[in-house]
């Protein structure tokens, strides 16, 4: 089909398949090499393809797998299968009760329609700077399980990481799940995001979590997206509160401290400097809502 | 299984009728719907998942059907807005949507009542609110939303058991 040049929405021809485990996308992986994408919930992958920003010649359909998704809280873990769906996150009472930092972020991910095909690992092994989940991996320590042809290794988030759509991910590796340590009190976590209209991609986001006691807060992690190629901690701003109550005064020498964590590029959405602004904004809301009562 | 192709065959109940059909990997569920079935009712808009005008239910969920490719659909069960309508499962939604002026182009009406559809079924008690948070997914160019808003509303009170 005949399409003008820079303005295809269809994608270039590739060839698929749907192996029924794992042994058979590491096969083709070795095989077919850079040539290969893996396909998830698809919902980065087929606007990516449609847009002609990718063409690879094979799509790897790992929706056939048995094993790969679901919600498993083992003694202080709860893993989380890579292709378990948004919408599942969103429904699921372990994950409200001890990842509540996710119950926070899933519904700003998208639209529901795309969260009902979505997936977590899908959002972890793509890495796109607007995303939420990563961010989140980022504050709670997650762990990264990859899985290979010689076995499987884990990943601390914040090391996987790397840069703009890079992550830690081999050539020949599954992303196959996600572990998260359960919150327990004293510790609350806080998400924010500001979006143009609610779905939209984030201009700038903040996953929080720190420990609070008495309204003072220690061991906050800051971890901005929307800010930079990937999950950016802001470790001067959380030290400058490190058993600080929240105090204006507490929050405002927190917010200035950002300009040493954050240099924002800028976008369609705003400049630079805009975003920085608009993570001082996010960072004060979060903090008072991180040691409000009932948090 | 697992022998790449770039054709497929693939086996879909389509508003309760049983097709296959051999499609390329690459086309998508919407274009494989309205072009190979001639099932026109859902629209393409954006085709990059953001205007909601692809909206479809997929095993019984919504999704965009521009986000989803053909070949992921075989084994699956696709209702389309001429399904919904057909089987009268939004019979209350459409007559409010008449009597409120929710539909002027009705380019993203279908869309917007695959969206609406899975409010009123999951959460009659939402408030406007909500309505609103939940087609944010559906663009519409003419009507400003306030009367889909409306007509959702509508539906809605009338699900909850209450007065419309």
Partial sequence: MRTAPGRDLKPSPFAYAKPSDLDGV?????????????????????????LRRSAPSLLIDLNGIGGLSGIAVIGDIVRIGAMTRYAALERAPEIARHVPLLAQAVPHIAHAAIRNRGTIGGSLAFADPAAELPACAVALDARLVLAGRRGERKVAAGDFFKGLYETDLRQGEVLVAVEFPAQKAPYRSRFAELARRHGDYAMVGLAARGRVEGGRVGDLRLVFFGAGPKPAEARAAASRLEGQDVTDPAIARAVAALAEDLDPPGDLNASGKTKLHLAGVLLGRTLRGLVAEGS | MSAPEATREITVTVNGERVTR??????????????????????????HGVCGACTVRVDGTMVRGCLMLAVQADGARVDTIEGLSDSGEIADLQQAFVERNAAQCGF?????????????????????EEIREHISGNYCRCTGYHAIVDAIETVCRGRAGGKP
Avoid at chain 1, 29 to 44: M, T, V
Avoid at chain 2, 108 to 126: E, H, I, Q
């Fill in chain 1, 26 to 50: 590491f096969d083709l992986l070795e095989r077919h090499g850079d040539g290969a994408k893996l396909l998830a919930g698809g919902q980065s992958l087929v606007p990516t393809l449609a």
């Fill in chain 2, 108 to 128: 993203c009406t279908p869309g917007m009542l695959v969206a609406a559809a899975d409010l009123v079924a999951r959460n009659p008690r939402a408030s406007r």
């Fill in chain 2, 22 to 47: 051999r499609v390329e990997a690459r086309q998508h569920l919407i274009d494989f719907l309205r072009l190979e079935l001639e099932l026109t009712g859902s629209h393409v808009g954006c085709e």
